[in-house]
């Protein structure tokens, strides 16, 4: 008896657990993809690259989602040569060329050596300008996602907090 007990527990605990499973396999398959970028290819097979898009060239500076952010270029770059030659960025946003080129400046910290030494040219490690900076294609996102600016988190929150105020004083 004791032991049909024990064996009825482990039973049900699979089969909650086999349904778990069952459920969390259903939506991935009703999304049709399991991995966004993928797409539905079975790994031993090569999947077709979609076709590139046009780069975004509205020349509008985009907001950055935060301080340190690397703004995204928002002009075409296509065919700007950046190599151990020549670096094609460098030719409007140098110092010395804004003034032709109306571009911003490359900031302060692109001269800064490690050590926090403003250099007279470019440091090294910010030479490779698309390490860091990238043009955007009009697309929609791969993953959906629930980012919010922190800006809009703050002001929720504070006016959340403002009206908890005035309902414990009434
Ligand atoms: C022909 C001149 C020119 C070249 C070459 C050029 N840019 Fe620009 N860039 C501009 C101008 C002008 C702007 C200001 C916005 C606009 O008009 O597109 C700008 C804006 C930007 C911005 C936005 C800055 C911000 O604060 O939002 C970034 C980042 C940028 N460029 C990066 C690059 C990179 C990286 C390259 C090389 C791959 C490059 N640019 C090559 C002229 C240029
Ligand atoms: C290692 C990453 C990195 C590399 C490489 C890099 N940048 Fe930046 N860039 C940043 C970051 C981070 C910012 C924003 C904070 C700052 O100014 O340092 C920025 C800011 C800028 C801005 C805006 C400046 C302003 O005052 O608003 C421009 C324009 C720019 N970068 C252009 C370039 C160009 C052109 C190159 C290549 C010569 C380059 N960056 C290389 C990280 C990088």
């Known amino acids: ?7 009825s527990r482990v039973r049900v605990r699979a089969l909650v657990g086999g349904a778990v499973f069952v459920a969390a396999a259903s939506v991935a398959m009703a999304q049709g993809v399991v991995d ?11 999947p077709v690259a979609p076709p590139l898009q046009n ?8 907001t950055r989602a935060f301080a340190m952010q690397p703004p995204t270029i928002p002009h075409r770059i296509d065919g700007y040569q950046i190599d151990r030659f020549a670096n094609r960025c460098m030719a409007c946003h140098a110092r010395t060329r804004i003034e ?19 250099r007279g040219d470019l440091s090294p490690r910010r030479y490779f300008c698309t390490q860091c900076h990238v043009p955007q294609d009009e697309v929609k996102p791969l993953v959906t996602n629930r980012y919010e600016d922190f800006e809009a988190v703050r002001q929720r929150e504070t006016s959340r907090a403002l009206e908890g105020k005035g309902a414990r004083k009434k």
């Open 1 to 7: 008896m004791k032991g049909g007990v024990a064996f």
């Open 36 to 46: 966004a970028m993928r797409g539905a290819v079975p790994l031993d097979q090569e």
């Open 55 to 62: 780069q975004e060239n509205k020349d509008v500076r985009r």
């Open 100 to 118: 032709e080129s109306k571009a911003i400046p490359v900031s302060a910290t692109h001269y800064m050596d490690r050590d926090g030494t403003i």
